[in-house]
């Protein structure tokens, strides 16, 4: 126990250390409250009657139904932010090969499959303290620009809090299939170009693709993404869709079990991938 705690420490020491926790952190907050204070106001004012409908080009469909506004602008942090933890739990990983720092930490801590627990663990506090940098800007600012408008935040409603409580777990998860990645793709450049393209692309293409009928909808809701929805609880992705078949969800508590083992998944076939490996 005291070797995997000094490990844990450690692994804080080579992440905290470095620029890139910090850097993604501010584009974070940047990215999320730039898109939920932007949807916030537009949806928000055409509840309200502030905006038009046909001025806003929403075809005459007006908002979310009335209620549904707050879970879908404070999802924005885990539905549109998750990548930011997969990012840095793989940098993070991917680092480690590229600069080779794991041949003196398995000097000093021979227990390879330790060392992968304590960055795993390490990263999902990490991943969840990117959740709170992600809610600060969705939630933060996204409550003041509903309040604006005379749209009630539901900041004292239990559902919101319990709906922030499941977004610091999947954002915490996400990060632990970062370093899963990381280490089943050493690569820094082809682990970052996956990320990117499968979370910026593929899946959502798949999921939008899938809508179309029950049983490709029924597969599609074991997709990373659409499992983290449903442990969220809300998502713009769903949210707006009015197709019946984009209705179907896994239950929250099923959501994320498949997220977790997605990320058992990814750092159990790292371990066995690569990082038994010599990596002098």
């Given at each position: 126990?005291?070797?995997?705690?000094?490990?844990?420490?450690?692994?804080?020491?080579?992440?905290?250390?470095?620029?890139?926790?910090?850097?993604?952190?501010?584009?974070?907050?940047?990215?999320?409250?730039?898109?939920?204070?932007?949807?916030?106001?537009?949806?928000?004012?055409?509840?309200?009657?502030?905006?038009?409908?046909?001025?806003?080009?929403?075809?005459g469909q007006g908002a979310p139904p009335l209620g549904s506004?707050?879970?879908?602008?404070?999802?924005?942090?885990?539905?549109?932010?998750?990548?930011?933890?997969?990012?840095?739990?793989?940098?993070?990983?991917?680092?480690?090969?590229?600069?080779?720092?794991?041949?003196?930490?398995?000097?000093?801590?021979?227990?390879?499959?330790?060392?992968?627990?304590?960055?795993?663990?390490?990263?999902?506090?990490?991943?969840?303290?990117?959740?709170?940098?992600?809610?600060?800007?969705?939630?933060?600012?996204?409550?003041?620009?509903?309040?604006?408008?005379?749209?009630?935040?539901?900041?004292?409603?239990?559902?919101?809090?319990?709906?922030?409580?499941?977004?610091?777990?999947?954002?915490?998860?996400?990060?632990?299939?970062?370093?899963?990645?990381?280490?089943?793709?050493?690569?820094?450049?082809?682990?970052?170009?996956?990320?990117?393209?499968?979370?910026?692309?593929?899946?959502?293409?798949?999921?939008?693709?899938?809508?179309?009928?029950?049983?490709?909808?029924?597969?599609?809701?074991?997709?990373?993404?659409?499992?983290?929805?449903?442990?969220?609880?809300?998502?713009?992705?769903?949210?707006?869709?009015?197709?019946?078949?984009?209705?179907?969800?896994?239950?929250?508590?099923?959501?994320?079990?498949v997220l977790l083992a997605y990320a058992a998944w990814a750092?159990?076939?790292?371990?066995?991938?690569?990082?038994?490996?010599?990596?002098?």
């Amino acid at each position: 126990m005291a070797t995997f705690i000094r490990s844990v420490s450690a692994e804080f020491a080579k992440l905290l250390t470095t620029r890139m926790w910090w850097v993604l952190a501010l584009v974070l907050f940047g990215y999320i409250g730039l898109l939920a204070g932007g949807l916030a106001a537009l949806f928000a004012g055409l509840q309200s009657g502030a905006i038009d409908p046909s001025a806003a080009g929403t075809g005459g469909q007006g908002a979310p139904p009335l209620g549904s506004i707050p879970p879908l602008i404070y999802s924005f942090a885990s539905s549109v932010g998750y990548v930011f933890p997969v990012l840095l739990g793989a940098l993070a990983t991917t680092s480690e090969f590229r600069h080779q720092t794991l041949t003196p930490t398995f000097l000093a801590t021979p227990r390879r499959a330790g060392v992968l627990g304590a960055k795993s663990l390490t990263l999902f506090v990490v991943g969840v303290g990117l959740g709170v940098v992600a809610l600060l800007a969705s939630v933060g600012i996204g409550a003041l620009v509903m309040n604006a408008f005379g749209v009630d935040p539901l900041l004292g409603d239990g559902e919101t809090w319990t709906l922030i409580g499941r977004t610091l777990l999947a954002m915490g998860l996400w990060a632990i299939i970062g370093v899963g990645l990381g280490a089943l793709v050493p690569s820094q450049v082809a682990s970052i170009v996956i990320v990117l393209a499968f979370t910026q692309f593929v899946e959502p293409l798949l999921r939008l693709a899938s809508s179309f009928l029950d049983w490709t909808a029924q597969i599609a809701q074991f997709l990373p993404g659409a499992a983290s929805d449903a442990l969220v609880g809300a998502s713009i992705f769903t949210g707006m869709n009015p197709t019946a078949t984009a209705a179907v969800a896994l239950d929250w508590w099923q959501g994320g079990l498949v997220l977790l083992a997605y990320a058992a998944w990814a750092t159990a076939g790292g371990y066995f991938v690569s990082w038994k490996r010599d990596v002098t």
